[in-house]
């Protein structure tokens, strides 16, 4: 009963305008500035309050609604970074958007994409697809076809939740992938045992090997945040800098973003950095 109900209450949402999109800011881990968004859907029921998507993304994957959905979010994502960048045009910013299983198999998805950057008159290079190992490692061969054609259009693309799923070591160079995102499983286990900080290093030491950018996910402490940097990893986000923001939210830290001492411990500087 309660999923038929929530079924209804879904597509009930679409019509209503009940979806929003919240973003988290993704950051240099050595400067400390904001490179980017994260977009993440949200469902505001009014008598509720917010459902986060592990509760509903699931039922519009089945029920086939996440293909309107996805294309809402992929234009509502696109927009926002297109407005930030008239806002901000001196703060280059770029915008990751997570796809869903079913979305990677729709056969329109690449026009779709291609259209609503040509409406809003956005460069693709400064989009991110995120995807799962396991939504590529079904069907490698079209999955990495599917890519190509992604990139065709100038979007990045990047590996979520990495470590996770089930991905071939042999297969992960052959893909046009250019971001390596780390679990937060692996970044929260951190400062709990010397055997995940060897996981985090030994993935780091991989992406670097692929010539890949890597983001850590879910950073919730300076110790994490000190060991990431340490090894080496360029860019994070969690909620030691930002939890997932609203628009307005995170137009605001844009505007006024965290002075640059309050930005984790200060690195030791090069002799030569401090004698100038
Ligand atoms: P994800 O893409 O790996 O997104 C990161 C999740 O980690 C987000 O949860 C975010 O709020 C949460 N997070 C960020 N920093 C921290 C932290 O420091 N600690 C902890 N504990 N969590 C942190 P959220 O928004 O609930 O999303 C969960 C998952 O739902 C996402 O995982 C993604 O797989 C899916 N999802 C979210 N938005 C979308 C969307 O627009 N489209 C699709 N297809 N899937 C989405
Ligand atoms: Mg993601
Ligand atoms: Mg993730």
């Not at 949402?13 to 999109?21: G, S, W």
């Not at 800011?25 to 509720?48: D, H, K, M």
């Not at 917010?50 to 809402?72: K, R």
């Amino acid at each position: 009963m309660r999923r038929l109900e929530l079924e209804s209450h879904l597509l009930s949402a679409f019509e209503n305008d009940e979806f929003l999109l919240h973003y988290q800011p993704i950051v240099c881990l050595q400067s400390g500035q904001i490179t980017g968004f994260e977009a993440l859907v949200r469902w505001y029921r009014p008598e509720e309050g917010f459902v986060s998507p592990g509760q509903f993304i699931q039922v519009t994957e089945e029920t086939g609604l996440i293909v309107h959905l996805g294309q809402w979010i992929f234009r509502a994502a696109c927009a926002q970074l297109k407005a930030w960048e008239q806002q901000f045009p001196d703060h280059p910013l770029t915008m990751s958007i997570n796809l869903s299983r079913r979305q990677f198999h729709q056969t329109d998805l690449v026009e779709q994409f291609g259209d609503t950057l040509r409406e809003l008159e956005l460069g693709g290079n400064r989009v991110q697809l995120e995807i799962t190992e396991s939504m590529i490692m079904r069907d490698v061969d079209g999955a990495t076809e599917l890519m190509h054609r992604l990139k065709g259009l100038g979007l990045k693309l990047a590996i979520d939740d990495f470590g996770t799923g089930y991905s071939s070591l042999s297969y992960l160079h052959r893909f046009p992938t250019d971001t390596l995102k780390i679990d937060q499983s692996f970044v929260g286990r951190m400062d709990q045992s010397g055997d995940e900080q060897e996981i985090v290093h030994t993935i780091i030491a991989l992406g670097q090997k692929l010539r890949m950018d890597l983001v850590a996910e879910g950073i919730e402490t300076q110790t994490q945040l000190n060991r990431l940097r340490a090894m080496g990893c360029q860019r994070g986000q969690g909620y030691l800098f930002a939890k997932p923001l609203g628009r307005d939210g995170a137009t605001a830290l844009l505007a006024n973003p965290w002075p640059r001492a309050s930005f984790g411990a200060p690195e030791e500087q090069p002799k030569a950095a401090k004698k100038a």
